[in-house]
T-cell receptor, first 112, second 114 residues
């Protein structure tokens, strides 16, 4: 079946550092891809998405490009802030009326 | 705009007691609905999802059950809680006909079984 693999965390960065969180997927067909963010004690929020190959999703300074040739959707941000500390989940959609497939999440801690 | 509500926000229950968590969605019709559990420091575990009233798919066999008595209401229940039921319970919805299938999450319920 379809699956999502994220880099193991936690990731600890200094403020203003460059962020990359790797995400690769296995899927049949042409899934849509998503990044969600979960701040402490809260539910998940959709951060960005891409629905077809070579699409770039972006929001709040975060970007991710749908790379079909490498089956990847890596999350990047040029300069992280303390407020970006959260858990980040990569996810994909499967064909039909079924739930998203989520990765295990990557915890990011940004220190001042 | 659409909103999703969960209650209660926090709950402390003794082992063996019953459970009822409620989730409601406003501003949309015929949504797909989902229940997830998140253990401390862990990822998401899909428990149940529903594509319509009375239609429930169970992903993990356990002592929990779900019901959808109304189009925009989703209830998670248990007759007897176990210690292992502690966790953060998240409800989510998605547009039933949206081709991008993104899901929108509620604020969650923190359940502690003592």
């Amino acid at each position: 079946g379809n699956s999502v693999t994220q880099m193991e965390g936690p990731v600890t960065l200094s403020e203003e550092a460059f962020l990359t969180i790797n995400c690769t997927y296995t899927a049949t067909g042409y899934p849509s891809l998503f990044w969600y963010v979960q701040y402490p004690g809260e539910g998940l929020q959709l951060l960005l998405k891409a629905t077809k190959a070579d699409d770039k999703g972006s929001n709040k300074g975060f970007e991710a490009t749908y790379r079909k040739e490498t089956t990847s959707f890596h999350l990047e941000k040029g300069s992280v802030q303390v407020s970006d500390s959260a858990v980040y989940f990569c996810a994909l959609s499967e064909p039909g009326n079924t739930p998203l497939v989520f990765g295990k999440g990557t915890r990011l801690s940004v220190i001042a | 705009s659409q909103t999703i509500h969960q209650w209660p926000a926090t709950l402390v229950q003794p082992v063996g007691s019953p459970l009822s968590l409620e989730c409601t969605v406003e501003g949309t019709s015929n949504p797909n609905l989902y229940w997830y559990r998140q253990a401390a420091g862990r990822g998401l575990q899909l428990l149940f999802y529903s594509v319509g009233i009375g239609q429930i798919s169970s992903e993990v066999p356990q002592n929990l059950s779900a019901s959808r008595p109304q189009d925009r209401q989703f209830i998670l229940s248990s007759k007897k809680l176990l210690l292992s039921d502690s966790g953060f319970y998240l409800c989510a919805w998605s547009p039933g006909t949206d081709s991008s299938y993104e899901q929108y999450f509620g604020p969650g319920t923190r359940l502690t079984v003592t």
